[in-house]
T-cell receptor, first 113, second 113 residues
């Protein structure tokens, strides 16, 4: 079945540093989504990507939909303590009645003040 | 707040008991999804509804699990004869229509003792 891999599994960075994380898939997706999850909470959508090659920004976050449609990356610039959390990539395959979201295992981000 | 609402937030139950969770999606959303998330993993798809119709069920959804969305609005997820392996965060999400972003609730944390 469809499977997503995320790297790195975890990151420890200094406040102010830039962060980059990747997501790869064994299958093609039509949509890539990036979510952030805080402990004990549900995932919160950060960025949605709809076209191969698309580059989208949301404040300090930038994400790209890979040309092959099998990968995506997320960059966070000038990290701050509230960026701490688990970042999930998710792929969505748009068919007529079947478009469940498949999640990766997550990248845990820790920011050292 | 017009986001996805889940109740209860936490549930502790004895093995063998039945439990039921409720999800109230964003009001105009016609798609509703249930996911299960265990520690250190991304959310795993369980089932989803379009309006009141249950369109897909994952093989993760054993016979002890049943979900309903009787009027196409709120949904319930029932687990019968709970087992310790059912301990997880159960997440609900909703989306407006096929291909649009899914928004998650805060989840129900189930602990089976």
């Amino acid at each position: 079945g469809q499977q997503l891999n995320q790297s790195p599994q975890s990151m420890f960075i200094q406040e102010g540093e830039d962060v980059s994380m990747n997501c790869t898939s064994s299958s093609i997706f039509n949509t890539w989504l990036w979510y952030k999850q805080d402990p004990g909470e549900g995932p919160v959508l950060l960025i949605a990507l709809y076209k191969a090659g698309e580059l989208t920004s949301n404040g300090r976050l930038t994400a790209q939909f890979g040309i092959t449609r099998k990968d995506s990356f997320l960059n966070i610039s000038a990290s701050i303590p509230s960026d701490v959390g688990i970042y999930f990539c998710a792929g969505q395959l748009l068919l007529t009645s079947y478009d469940k979201v498949i999640f990766g295992p997550g990248t845990s981000l820790s920011v050292i003040p | 707040d017009t986001g996805v609402s889940q109740n209860p937030r936490h549930k502790i139950t004895k093995r063998g008991q039945n439990v039921t969770f409720r999800c109230d999606p964003i009001s105009e959303h016609n798609r509703l999804y249930w996911y299960r998330q265990t520690l250190g993993q991304g959310p795993e798809f369980l089932t989803y509804f379009q309006n009141e119709a249950q369109l897909e069920k994952s093989r993760l959804l054993s016979d002890r699990f049943s979900a309903e969305r009787p009027k196409g609005s709120f949904s319930t997820l029932e687990i019968q004869r709970t087992e310790q392996g059912d301990s997880a965060m159960y997440l609900c999400a909703s989306s407006l229509l096929s291909g649009s972003e899914a928004f998650f609730g805060q989840g129900t944390r189930l602990t089976v003792v």
